[in-house]
T-cell receptor, first 115, second 114 residues
Framework: EPEVTQTPSHQVTQMGQEVILRCVPISNHLYFYWYRQILGQKVEFLVSFYNNEISEKSEIFDDQFSVERPDGSNFTLKIRSTKLEDSAMYFC?????????????FGPGTRLTVL | AQKVTQAQTEISVVEKEDVTLDCVYETRDTTYYLFWYKQPPSGELVFLIRRNSFDEQNEISGRYSWNFQKSTSSFNFTITASQVVDSAVYFCALSTTGTYKYIFGTGTRLKVLA
């Protein structure tokens, strides 16, 4: 069964460094998403991406964050200058349909630790 | 505004007991979807069920069952004869047609004791 994959599973970085989290969505999906879960808290939406542009973003997704689909298979989340509060689990998701049906398939997550 | 409330922060039960996890949602949309996810200690989100707003039939899948009641805006999840492997955090989530995002509740941590 096709699945969303994410690399790395765990990333440790120093405050102020740039990080890129990578995701390989399910191959025929057109909609891509990032969510964040700070330890012990709920999962929060960051951004959705369709047709090579951001279709929706939350207030969390500020100028420090960017997303890109650099090729036909990868979907990345970049954090330009990490802060301690960026430490969280980051989930990528993909879907074949848009808002009307909106079924999203989640990857296993990347745990980001900012020191 | 859309919102999901899981009032139970943590529940502990003894193995083989039945347990119900509550989920109350808020939305003005008439078309929406509700979900339950399980998050084991390993951290991934395991999809359990998706239900649309037009289907109020209760669902049973093995030891799991779900009770969807639009009148009370609730979508509760029951585990029958709980097992230690059911220990996890369970999240209820809402999706409406006006947005791409899933709105998650704060989760309920279930501990099943042997």
């Amino acid at each position: 069964e096709p699945e969303v994959t994410q690399t790395p599973s765990h990333q440790v970085t120093q405050m102020g460094q740039e990080v890129i989290l990578r995701c390989v969505p399910i191959s025929n999906h057109l909609y891509f998403y990032w969510y964040r879960q700070i330890l012990g808290q709920k999962v929060e939406f960051l951004v959705s991406f369709y047709n090579n542009e951001i279709s929706e973003k939350s207030e969390i997704f500020d100028d420090q964050f960017s997303v890109e689909r650099p090729d036909g298979s990868n979907f990345t989340l970049k954090i330009r200058s990490t802060k301690l509060e960026d430490s969280a689990m980051y989930f990528c998701a993909s879907g074949a349909s848009g808002k009307a049906y909106n079924e999203q398939f989640f990857g296993p997550g990347t745990r980001l630790t900012v020191l | 505004a859309q919102k999901v409330t899981q009032a139970q922060t943590e529940i502990s039960v003894v193995e083989k007991e039945d347990v119900t996890l509550d989920c109350v949602y808020e939305t003005r949309d008439t078309t929406y979807y509700l979900f339950w996810y399980k998050q084991p200690p390993s951290g991934e989100l395991v999809f359990l069920i998706r239900r649309n707003s037009f289907d109020e039939q209760n669902e049973i899948s093995g030891r799991y069952s779900w009770n969807f009641q639009k009148s009370t805006s609730s979508f509760n999840f029951t585990i029958t004869a709980s097992q230690v492997v059911d220990s996890a955090v369970y999240f209820c989530a809402l999706s409406t047609t006006g947005t791409y995002k899933y709105i998650f509740g704060t989760g309920t941590r279930l501990k099943v004791l042997a």
